[in-house]
């Protein structure tokens, strides 16, 4: 298949609902159930909602404000970020326990704490310290040591204000690496962006009724916004970085195998003329198409020896471990199904479903081959790293049985040049 072809096929993405037939009942799911607000790449803002933006010569300059400024809420409103505020009740925050024991999960730590300031916290009580504890992997019966001289403390915290702490406690005898450290710094800096935001949209909403509003206090809303919005777009985007290199931390592959598989599939995309949507979309598929593995104890995935049937079975759950995790972080939902489907074959022999030649998606297909190739070319516990001849050669081999035909071609060409 040509380069137009492809482009013919895929131009554009398509958006994936949220299924609740891949989620199943992993407690996973629940690690980031707080969404962390729309993934929109572009700068983050469309092309109509920046020509809005840009208008000054309305005959009625507050009323164009106030019509920018509420697309602007409209998409990062409660419904789209992480919505920590707003809680009515002590109960409401029991899904921060569950994050707090997901990432005792993530990076094997002995206990996980979640604290938020007093004025991020409603329904529950403040405390004189300044925080409250919301969240914890620990019993509610169990007595918290906070002055435990090993606990690592992260603060939530975004310019000068500080929104809350994640207390992190290592197993005895061992530390937590500095990927997974970096990986828990970047959480809570998008804990607390996202925080922020969710007030200024409602301090921007309470302005916008109060008739004696001026435009200047409403273009001072909206450049407030815009700079917040820009910002969590790149945090974002360092999250998803980090979480592939602890991904990678925690298995075999210590020399970047997500950012070599994620480059190699940019650059097929580049030569097959994808749209850059779709083109960043892959890119990110490529980073966390193992994510699932960072939930598993890196031992699984270093061991020589013959794995028993435990060891498989969790090895062969991994996509769907990772799925539930994507699931739950609302900005990444779109490279859901590329990371769903990349186990998927050409010749229809695959998992999940069995899927076959162009009813895969494309975004899997480029994955699954990049994965392959840059897997063929790495040391392993097993065998030693592949010359990139042999790699591809290999892969040609097994073109129109594992892999799209037309994209081992534009693998091949790219190789040459």
Known sequence: MT??????????VSVFSRSAELLGEDPLEEIFALNLGDFLTEHLISDELAQKIKQHDSKDKAESLKK????????????????????????????????AKTIVQMIDAKECHIFLANE?????????????????????????????????????????????????????????SEEFIKLIKVTSKLFAISMILQKLTDETSKAMEDEGVTSSELQHYRAELTAVIGDLGEEQQNFVEMLAKAVDAK?????NHSQRVADMAKMICEYLGLN?????????AGLLQNIGKITLPEELFNK????????????????????????????????IPYIHYHKERWDGRGEPEGLRGHSIPLGSRIIALADAYCALTENRPYRDAMSNEKALQIVKEESESKWDPALVNALECLLSR
Request: aromatic share 8%.
């Open 251 to 255: 298995s075999e592959y210590h020399n």
């Open 304 to 335: 020589k020896e013959k794995l028993s049937k435990e060891d498989w079975d969790a090895l062969q759950n991994h996509p769907n471990v990772g799925v539930s995790l994507l699931m739950s972080i609302n900005f990444l939902a779109e490279v």
């Open 68 to 99: 920018q400024l509420k697309e602007l809420i409209s998409i990062y409103s409660i419904n789209n970020t992480l919505s920590v505020l707003g809680f009515t009740n002590k109960e409401d925050y029991v899904i921060y326990n569950s994050i």
């Open 120 to 176: 991020y916290v409603t329904g529950m009580e403040s405390d004189s310290t300044g925080v409250v504890l919301v969240g914890s992997s620990m019993n509610t019966d169990d007595v918290i040591d906070c002055d435990n001289p090993s606990l690592i403390k992260i603060i939530m915290h975004y310019g000068t204000e500080n929104t809350g702490l994640i207390m992190l406690l290592p197993q005895e005898g061992k530390e937590i």
């Open 3 to 12: 380069k137009e072809n492809y482009n013919k096929e895929e131009n554009g």
């Open 276 to 284: 850059e949507k779709t083109k960043d979309l892959i890119y990110y």
